[in-house]
Structure formats: structure tokens, C-alpha cells
């Protein structure tokens, strides 16, 4: 984590990275054992690609909807209390998932998990962003809070994997349940009583944007940047969504999808260090161009490379997945005002979250209708529509290493 003193002035820093990174770690960790449950539950209750989508739409479109709402309730009620309290809701959907035998009750938990895993994204960036002022301190804690997902993803997925061998899904959704319980009222004790931290921010006179809307359309580097993360995430949680089906079409089994995702977020959690680090040496910019390029490339080659040589290719797929969201999120406080990063951080979120979440069904029906593998060879040229999105940021990010 960055360095930080144990001084009065650094506990403030300190608390929050440690906070919103281990609640980073058990939302994403839970978010991304649902790819294991997807194949399991298609067998389970007869589903198509299409309604598999929607149970992705479900969890990641409530959670997306939710963003900019949960991060107005910031200011009143203190941004600590709801990342706990959405923390408690998503662990409470987690463990209730382990006692279900119908897909709609599944449908329902996926909904409630959804809706306490809306308060994380917002209020862990937005403390994390607002305890490190300085530039580079503040990239770097963000970067570290993006690699605490990262691992979450590579943690649960392997042990929810391990556990379906010996069990069943419902156990490894229970077991998760109680993890995220536990942190949820670790984050109870670790912030008791804490006043809203961001309500000075959100309630000073000058945080009141005159105009809003039209003061936020004059953030024209911020929304192209956005949109640069909805391409971005759309194509991640899509091909996520449907890469366990084309490991089942090479002959994997179960333990084999829990492998290669485990790989991948593994490899995840690396490229968003390297790509953090890449992005100082060379530049935002051409930083995100070359991940984007990797990853259409990456996914193409999943196509045509037998189970094993798949497996191998899985960190690498990872890096390039998830290799541009730390740099974008890193460069968000740098393209709006210090009194709208919490509110930017909403709207980047609802917005990539948003992609990810519609992206999964609209690739379903697609693959219903196409087939899985004409539909993952669509994802790798739609990322590539990235490329002419970095234009209009050359001239507000980094564009060479200093």
C-alpha cells in the first residue's frame, strides 16, 4: 500500500485505503464467483444464453442503478456507514443464495446482492481519492485498492471452485455469505460512529454546481473517457460471462473454468500494477491503446487454441482485460473539479458497471442466435472501438513518461 506514516495526519489515509480496499476485495470476490455458478445453473434450471445474461443483468444492472443514488445518500449519512451496510446486504444475498431451489428466488438474491454492492464502487473511491491529495500518492492508492478487487476475483472464484468439488454451488455461495458478513461488521467496528466524512464536501457552497447537467457536458475529456470504460467493461463482463461455456465446448470441466478464471484475475491483478506502472512510463494514453489492442487479440486466439494452451493464455487474457480500468480510474480526479470526484466517480461507475450489466444479455441473445463463437469474436472487434475514443484526452493525461 502506499506509504503512508501512522501519524494523526496519515490515519486518515491509512483507514481508508485499508477499509475500501478489503471491502473492494469481498464485492468483487462475490461478483466474480457468479461466472462459476453460470454453467452449474444453466444445467441446474434449464436456462439459455439469453437468460443466463439476465442474471447478470439483474446483479450488475441493480448494482449500476444504483451508484449516483447511493452516493447522494453519502453526504447525510456518512460514506463509511453505507459501504458497511451495503456490505451486510450483499452478505446476507450471498448466504440466502446457498438455501434456494427456484431460479426466481435466485433472480431475487441477485437483485439484493446487486443493491448492497451499489454503495462500494462510489463510497470506496470517493474516500480513497479524498484522502490522498496529491497526484501521484493518489494513483497509487487507487491502483492498490483495484488490485484488492483483483485478488478478491482470483481468492473466491479458486475457493468457491474447490468447494463446488467437494460439495455443491449453494455451499460455496453460503461460505461466501459469511465471509462478506464478517467483513461487513469488521467494517462496523473499524468506522463506529463515524460522522460523514464527505458531507462537508457534498453541503459546501461551492460543491453546489450552478447548472449541473450543463456543467457536467462541459466535461468533455471525463465523458470520453467514460465511454472508453463502457466499451471496456461491456467487454470484460461479456466475454466473462460466456468464457466458461467455450472452456465446456474444449472438454473442461468445472475445476478447469475455476482454473482459468482464477488465472485470469490473477493475471488481473498483475496487469493493473504493470499498466498502472506502464501508464507513468509511457503514457496514459498509448497505455490504454496497447491493452485494448492485446485484449481483441487475446480473445480472438481463445477461439481457435485447444484447453490447455487456453489455460496458459489465461493470465496474460487477464492483464489485457483488466490492465486499462486501473488507469482509467486513476485519471478520473484529473478530469473534474476536487468538489465533483465523488459524484464523477458515481457516474463513471453507473456507466461502466451499466455496459457491463446490459452487455451479458444483449451478447446471449446474440449467441443464441449466432452462436458463442461468432459472439465471442464480435467482443474482440468491439473493443477496438476504443481506439478513436482517446482522442479528444490528449490533451488533458499524461501522454509520455516524466
Not at 60 to 68: D, F, P, R, Y
Not at 143 to 171: C, E, H, R, Y
Not at 173 to 185: E, S
Not at 308 to 334: C, F, I, R
Request: hydrophobic share 50%; glycine share 10%; aromatic share 10%.
Amino acid at each position: 500500500m502506499p506509504n503512508a506514516s501512522t501519524s494523526p495526519a496519515a490515519a486518515k489515509p491509512v483507514k481508508s485505503l485499508w477499509a475500501g480496499s478489503l471491502a473492494h476485495f469481498i464485492h468483487d470476490g462475490c461478483s466474480d464467483m457468479l461466472y462459476l455458478f453460470f454453467p452449474l445453473w444453466q444445467a441446474q434450471f434449464a436456462l439459455s444464453f439469453a437468460e443466463i445474461g439476465i442474471l447478470k443483468t439483474l446483479f450488475s444492472g441493480t448494482m449500476a442503478s444504483l451508484q449516483v443514488p447511493a452516493s447522494s445518500l453519502a453526504p447525510r449519512l456518512g460514506a463509511e456507514k453505507l459501504l458497511a451496510w451495503g456490505t451486510l446486504l450483499l452478505g446476507a444475498a450471498m448466504l440466502f443464495l446457498g438455501n434456494v431451489d427456484t431460479i426466481y428466488f435466485v433472480g431475487f438474491l441477485l437483485v439484493l446482492g446487486g443493491l448492497g454492492s451499489s454503495t462500494q464502487h462510489p463510497m470506496s473511491s470517493a474516500l480513497i481519492s479524498d484522502a490522498y491529495e496529491q497526484i501521484d500518492l493518489r494513483r497509487k492508492a487507487l491502483s492498490t485498492f483495484n488490485v484488492a478487487g483483483d485478488l478478491g476475483k482470483l481468492a473466491l472464484p479458486a475457493t468457491g471452485a474447490f468447494i463446488v468439488s467437494q460439495s455443491n454451488w449453494m455451499s460455496a455461495a453460503q461460505a461466501a455469505g459469511v465471509a462478506t458478513l464478517c467483513i461487513a461488521g469488521w467494517l462496523f467496528f473499524y468506522f463506529p460512529h463515524q460522522k460523514p466524512s464527505l458531507s462537508k464536501i457534498s453541503s459546501a457552497p461551492s460543491e453546489q454546481p450552478t447548472a449541473a447537467i450543463g456543467g457536467w457536458l462541459n466535461y468533455k475529456p471525463f465523458w470520453s473517457l467514460s465511454s472508453i470504460g463502457v466499451i471496456d467493461s461491456a467487454t470484460r463482463m461479456g466475454f466473462l460471462t460466456f468464457f466458461p461455456f467455450l472452456l465446456q465446448q474444449k472438454g473442461g470441466s468445472i475445476a478447469d473454468t475455476g482454473i482459468a478464471l482464477s488465472l485470469i484475475f490473477a493475471g488481473g491483478a498483475c496487469g493493473k500494477l504493470a499498466c498502472g506502472r506502464l501508464a507513468l512510463r509511457i503514457g496514459v494514453l498509448r497505455s490504454v491503446i496497447l491493452t485494448e489492442i492485446v485484449t481483441a487479440l487475446c480473445i480472438v486466439s481463445t477461439l481457435f487454441l485447444p484447453l490447455l494452451p487456453t489455460l496458459l493464455l489465461a493470465p496474460l487474457l487477464g492483464v489485457a482485460l483488466n490492465g486499462t480500468s486501473s488507469v482509467l480510474y486513476g485519471s478520473v480526479p484529473e478530469l473534474v473539479p476536487p468538489t465533483h470526484r465523488q459524484k464523477a466517480f458515481a457516474i463513471f461507475y453507473t456507466m461502466t458497471i451499466g455496459s457491463g450489466a446490459i452487455s451479458p444479455f444483449l451478447y446471449g441473445l446474440a449467441g443464441d442466435v449466432i452462436g458463442l463463437s461468432q459472439v465471442v469474436l464480435l467482443l474482440a472487434c468491439i473493443v477496438l472501438a476504443t481506439l478513436p475514443l482517446t482522442l479528444p484526452l490528449r490533451n488533458r493525461l499524461r501522454t509520455e513518461g516524466t
